[in-house]
Structure formats: structure tokens, C-alpha cells
């Protein structure tokens, strides 16, 4: 908040916190943009904060929390050694084989077991 000028108390900090994930709770629409500025606006403005700097810093905020969620998803994925380029060439739900009788999946299903070490 400081970042922005914005020099109101802790309490309003924590309203806004509050405010803003209560908006993400409810997406509306992809992302929430406009709905999350204009929760963690509201609060603001009884602050004596103007509208247009409460704004810039419900996208400012919404902007650091997307970046940090999408930075420690990627760490996430290397983790796993996955990276972008291999989730898009995935196949979906909808391409996934699936055994036609259920023998030959539980046959299968042993075979994976016993390639992990997993007791079965």
C-alpha cells in the first residue's frame, strides 16, 4: 500500500484482504478483473483514499499475486521436469486410451504396480 501512497492503517489492509478474497471466491468471469479492484476499492475509499489510486492498486496488487502464483506453479513443474512447452503437447481427457475390456486394464494396472514398487 505504501508502493502506491497509500498511508492507511492496518486495518484497512486486512479489510481489503478480507474483501479481495471473498471476490475470488466468486469468479464471475476469467481473471475478475473490475470485480477484484472494485472490492478492494470500497474498502479504501472510506479510508479517504481516491478512486482512481484505490484501483491502480487493486491491479497493481492483482498483478503481483498472478505473478507469484504462476512463478512458484513453473518451480513447481520443473520440479517435476515438465515445462510449458511439454503440458500443450499433452494429450487431453478426451485422447486418452482406454482399455476395452477389463482384464487388459487389470493386467496393466499390475504391470504399473509392480514398475513403481508399489505392493498390490
Known amino acids: 500500500m505504501?508502493?502506491?501512497h497509500i498511508h492507511a492503517a492496518l486495518p484497512a489492509a486486512g479489510l481489503v484482504l478480507?474483501?479481495?478474497n471473498v471476490a475470488t471466491l466468486f469468479p464471475l468471469w476469467p481473471g475478475n478483473i473490475g470485480l477484484l479492484q472494485a472490492a478492494i476499492a470500497l474498502p479504501l475509499s472510506s479510508y479517504g483514499v481516491a478512486a482512481g489510486?484505490?484501483?491502480a492498486y487493486g491491479f497493481g496488487l492483482q498483478?503481483?499475486?498472478?505473478?507469484v502464483g504462476v512463478g512458484v506453479g513453473m518451480i513447481f513443474l520443473a520440479r517435476e521436469g515438465l515445462s510449458f512447452a511439454m503440458?500443450?503437447?499433452m494429450p487431453g481427457?478426451?485422447?486418452a486410451e482406454v482399455p476395452e475390456d477389463e482384464e487388459e486394464a487389470s493386467a496393466e494396472g499390475e504391470e504399473a504396480r509392480a514398475r513403481a514398487g508399489v505392493s498390490g
Open 2 to 4: 505504501r508502493a502506491f
Open 18 to 20: 478480507l474483501l479481495m
Open 53 to 55: 489510486r484505490a484501483v
Open 63 to 67: 498483478a503481483i499475486e498472478a505473478s
Open 87 to 89: 503440458l500443450r503437447r
Open 93 to 95: 481427457a478426451d485422447e
